[in-house]
């Protein structure tokens, strides 16, 4: 939710002093103009970002992006910007299926010698196998060892993830002992709130208290990113850049101070970097909705629900009895069947609506423009006219998140490409902050609701999901009729 120029300012007061970041959420909003306007906002800071090709843009063929980047344009990328290595590749099915397009990108960037990220939750054996021999060095969806360890067989490197929804330290931590030169830390992703609390140092801390060998958890979180990704970041040898943090003892890792190239960026827990004016760029083109386009008809006898998971990606498909009706179906609170709807934001169609358990409202809906990976809206509420008015919201500012209830609205106006606020990233975090704890007021138990819902239209990770165009099954990649 954050501009790259505001997210550096935060990031160095917790010891960040580079990134690896895929730009592919603004590019399935805006192309190739999203991935140059990161570049060129990063650059404005000191601050060492990375940015890879996005290789999946739209993520899927069963969604509606805002744009589409060919291997012609991620040829055209390697060739004429400082674009590191080919972002994360999460059309699985194609590179198991030798799909000509995939692999036509898998071969640029072989051609060009730039790392291949991977992005393959749940494959095991052979398919894991043939995903990795494809060419693909990293994957960072695993949420259990057992995964983890057949893709480190094959010559994969683990990154860890632990971000705001996504949590999977705690099965993957134990890998470290034996495998720290194939491991890494990341983040993927994190509201601005947790952010303000801190970054990979966390992750260091927990290991430590978890027994791991101090050296081990360095190499994970500080070398092998800078080897793996070949980053021009220093590494403590005559000759490298200075950059390098301070930290007060080798138990806490509280970091007292952070150099990027000899620059002093960060003290006692306070960011040196000053804030910049930051353009705004965006695309979203619908007017406002009414209610009655959310409505939901079935003549089955089941309903088929999403039910979502605490601390994880991957959601389980539900099968519940309704009585036929020819009456428009609502959210059912008894049993925590809530309405959730994908409205197309790049032009006017009609909305996608299906059903969802663990959200737990009991008033009101959110909703957010931050909906992975095409970013439409998606919205969950307890009726028609909730989520409507929540919808309109973020329509009449062109995309963000908010809550809304019977007597109150929240909004976190996000204008660069319906994903970004271009504010001071410290208040940004309190806004979400105070999102956040409205749609807990409302009756959500999600740790984190509002990342849980943008992952809710994400197709490529399974069981099932809704896309603008309709309820998708993530494990045979077709739509649910």
């Not at 099965?171 to 303000?196: E, G, R, Y």
């Not at 965006?282 to 406002?288: D, E, K, P, V």
């Amino acid at each position: 939710m954050l501009v790259p120029s505001e997210f550096a300012r935060l990031a160095v007061v917790h010891g960040t002093v580079a990134t690896v970041s895929d730009p592919h959420e603004i590019a399935n909003v805006l192309g190739v103009e999203g991935i140059h306007y990161m570049i060129d906002n990063g650059r404005q800071v000191p601050f060492k970002f990375y940015f890879g090709a996005p290789s999946c843009v739209p993520a899927t063929i069963f969604e509606t992006a805002g744009a589409t980047i060919d291997p012609r344009q991620i040829e055209k990328l390697f060739d004429e910007t400082n674009i590191l290595y080919l972002a994360e590749m999460m059309n699985w099915p194609g590179v198991l299926q030798d799909d000509a397009e995939v692999m036509e990108k898998i071969a640029i960037a072989k051609k060009h010698r730039k790392p291949i990220d991977g992005h393959a939750p749940g494959l095991h054996g052979d398919m894991a196998k043939t995903y990795a021999q494809a060419g693909i060095s990293t994957d960072h969806e695993c949420f259990t060892a057992a995964e983890a360890q057949d893709k480190l067989k094959y010559g994969m490197k683990i990154l860890i993830r632990e971000g705001s929804a996504a949590k999977n330290f705690d099965a993957l931590h134990p890998l470290l002992h034996l495998h720290a030169d194939q491991m890494m830390f990341c983040s993927d992703d994190k509201h601005p709130d947790n952010l303000v609390e801190g970054h990979i140092n966390l992750l260091v801390k927990r290991a430590l208290r978890e027994g791991v060998d101090l050296f081990k958890i360095l190499k994970a979180a500080c070398i092998n990113p800078v080897e793996h990704y070949k980053l021009d970041v220093g590494l403590l040898k005559v000759g490298d850049a200075a950059d390098f943090i301070v930290v007060d003892d080798l138990t806490e890792f509280k970091v007292k101070q952070t150099y990027i190239a000899g620059e002093l960026v960060a003290e006692d827990g306070k960011t040196l970097i000053s804030k910049i004016e930051n353009k705004v760029i965006n695309n979203f083109n619908i007017q406002r909705k009414k209610p009655s386009d959310f409505a939901y008809f079935t003549d089955k006898t089941t309903l088929t629900v999403i039910e979502a998971l605490e601390g994880q990606l991957v959601t389980n498909r539900l099968e519940f009895d309704v009585q036929p009706t020819i009456e428009n179906i609502q959210s059912d609170l008894k049993r925590d069947l809530l309405k959730v709807v994908v409205v197309n934001r790049y032009k006017e169609a009609p909305a996608a609506v299906g059903f969802i358990k663990n959200f737990q409202l009991k008033e009101g809906a959110i909703a957010s423009s931050v909906a992975h990976d095409s970013h439409n809206i998606i919205a969950v509420g307890v009726d028609d006219d909730a989520i409507c008015k929540a919808v309109n919201l973020l329509v009449d500012v062109k995309g963000g998140i908010c809550a809304v209830d019977s007597s109150r609205k929240k909004l976190l106006a996000l204008p660069v490409a319906g994903l970004m606020s271009a504010d001071d990233g410290y208040e940004v975090a309190q806004q979400y902050a105070a999102i956040d704890k409205m749609a807990k007021e409302m009756g959500s138990t999600l740790d984190s609701p509002f990342m849980t819902l943008s992952f809710m239209a994400l197709l490529v990770i399974p069981t099932i999901k809704l896309s603008d165009l309709g309820l998708f099954n993530g494990e045979k990649f077709e739509f649910i009729t």
